[in-house]
């Protein structure tokens, strides 16, 4: 199972970025699907999650709520996070997160969000 998150780059303060998380290997199905962020000397955090369950219930950090959305799409076997009125807060190496299978999370490698003020 592979995670590959792609889309990030470098935006003005105020633009917008559309972050892909494509999962290969299994069907996302089912599973939880989430953002994170890391940016540099602080901890990772969460963004977003969505749920694996019919309707997929989401939850967003108070940092990210209102400006970002995050979707999946189970025919693409993808999770999407649409970050508008992007802040210089929230430049970051953003992490997808899903699962879980056989008890596990699995992370992709980061995509690498710059905003410029």
């Known amino acids: 199972v592979q995670l590959q998150a792609s889309g990030g780059g470098l935006v003005r303060a105020g633009g917008s970025l559309r972050l892909s998380c494509a999962i290969s290997?299994?069907?996302?199905?089912?599973?939880?699907m989430g953002w994170y962020r890391q940016a540099p000397g602080k901890q990772r955090e969460l963004v977003a999650v969505i749920t694996g369950t019919t309707g997929g219930r989401t939850n967003y950090s108070d940092a990210v709520k209102g400006r970002f959305t995050i979707n999946r799409n189970e025919a693409e076997n993808a999770v999407y996070l649409q970050m508008d009125s992007l802040k210089p807060e929230d430049a970051a190496i953003y992490y997808c997160?899903?699962?879980?299978?056989?008890?596990?999370?699995?992370w992709g490698k980061g995509t690498l969000v710059t905003v410029s003020s």
């Open positions: 997160n899903a699962g879980p299978w056989l008890g596990a999370y699995l």
């Open positions: 290997g299994t069907l996302i199905r089912m599973r939880d």
